[in-house]
């Protein structure tokens, strides 16, 4: 198994700009999770879906940030315009289809700096 | 506020000393508990988990934590680390019908050879 794939693993941009950040998870994972990485607030849970549909968005920092999951296989969370605050690496993070006690499994990450 | 805490953000010890990392947490109830390591430039990995039966958790690489009710604590050990235990270790708390998992700050743990 490939294990959760991220891309890109590194992403430069200049203030303002889109980014976009992929993911894939785990085949015959049905929960899927971003996070962001920083210094000062640690491991930050942004969004999280359940076969496909968003059910806890409640950690996404605001409406520049948008997460979409189109199919099973796929994930994108995107910044529209980016800031220099929001350079972190983020995390997506895949579990098997839900069973109490099943740990996440988590990607490389994409490591993101805005200038 | 319902949190997971860790304390001792830097931990720096030599090759064979004994390694304690203190979790703490203020949920209620049944928990689900986790540690998870990245090492430099990686990804998390899971350690070890705690779900019910023995409170002794053993891990991979000699890792072992201690899941105590009473005290709300689930800490994690290893009597004689190397210098590739050199991360950071987060503590993780999942509530029972609840997919999120809430994490510690992270403790780095810096061994010197």
């Known amino acids: 198994d490939a294990g959760v794939i991220q891309s890109p693993r590194h992403e430069v941009t200049e203030m303002g700009q889109e980014v976009t950040l992929r993911c894939k998870p785990i085949?015959?994972?049905?929960?899927l999770f971003w996070y962001r990485q920083t210094m000062m607030r640690g491991l930050e849970l942004l969004i999280y879906?359940?076969?496909?549909?968003?059910?806890?968005d409640s950690g996404m920092p605001e409406d520049r940030f948008s997460a979409k999951m189109p199919n099973a296989s796929f994930s994108t969370l995107k910044i529209q315009p980016s800031e220099p605050r929001d350079s972190a690496v983020y995390f997506c993070?895949?579990?098997?289809?839900?069973?109490?006690?099943?740990?996440?499994?988590f990607g490389p990450g994409t490591r993101l700096t805005v200038l | 506020a319902q949190s997971v805490s860790q304390h001792n953000h830097h931990v720096i010890l030599s090759e064979a000393a004994s390694l304690e990392l203190g979790c703490n947490y203020s949920?209620?109830?049944?928990?689900?508990l986790f540690w998870y390591v990245q090492y430099p430039g990686q990804h998390l990995q899971l350690l070890l988990k705690?779900?019910?039966?023995?409170?002794l958790v053993k891990g991979i690489k000699g890792f072992e934590a201690e899941f105590i009710k009473s005290k709300f604590s689930f800490n994690l050990r290893k009597p004689s680390v190397q210098w590739s235990d050199t991360a950071e270790y987060f503590c993780a708390v999942k509530l029972p019908g609840n997919n999120r998992l809430a994490f510690g700050k992270g403790n780095q743990v810096v061994v010197i050879p």
């Open positions: 949920y209620g109830g049944t928990v689900n």
């Open positions: 085949s015959g994972h049905n929960s």
């Open positions: 705690y779900f019910s039966g023995d409170p």
């Open positions: 879906f359940n076969n496909n549909v968003p059910i806890d």
């Open positions: 993070a895949s579990r098997p289809r839900e069973q109490e006690y099943n740990e996440q499994f």
